[in-house]
């Protein structure tokens, strides 16, 4: 009986084949193990803090007027201003001021805010969160969206 010539080269590219699979499925997983190991690092570090929020010249701002940037806004009463988070308690939507109504409300599921913070209606758990807020030299209102404070805190204004 004849052997025939290729079988041995047949068999030996058989088993390169073989090799070549395994190290690609190992390279693939290692990369795969990779890149759930660094998701679950960074889901550890939390969220990343936000830049404070340049709301503008506190002297410009009336009392009973409603200056909002982003989801943040800053007003003023009588003992001075205030900065209120607009991140609805209930599911997070963002509530609108609703100058003719005086008062916010969140278009998702209708809960409402007095404008100091206090909920007067709807599903939201509670009212709206304080946020620290500083003035610089120049008289501009920063928001820090990232320090919550009482919602009756006030910065009063000479
Ligand atoms: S998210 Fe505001 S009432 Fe539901």
């Known amino acids: 009986m004849d052997v025939t010539p290729d079988s041995p080269p047949s068999r030996r590219a058989w088993l390169k084949g073989l090799a070549l699979t395994t190290w690609a499925g190992l390279v693939a997983a290692l990369g795969l193990g990779l890149g759930a190991a660094l998701r679950l690092a960074g889901a550890g570090s939390g969220p990343r803090a936000r830049p404070r929020l340049d709301l503008g010249l506190a002297a410009e701002l009336k009392p009973g007027q409603v200056v909002s940037r982003e989801d943040v806004a800053i007003l003023r009463d009588a003992q ?45 758990p509670r009212g709206l969160a304080g946020l620290w807020l500083e003035l610089d030299s120049q008289g501009h209102a920063w928001v820090d969206p990232n320090r919550g404070v009482e919602a009756s805190r006030r910065l009063a204004l000479g």
């Open 80 to 124: 001075g201003l205030y900065a209120l988070s607009l991140v609805c308690p209930h599911l997070g939507c963002r509530p609108v001021w609703r100058a003719e109504e005086g008062r916010f409300l969140c278009p998702c599921h209708g809960s409402a805010f007095a404008p100091d913070g206090r909920r007067l209606m709807g599903p939201a």
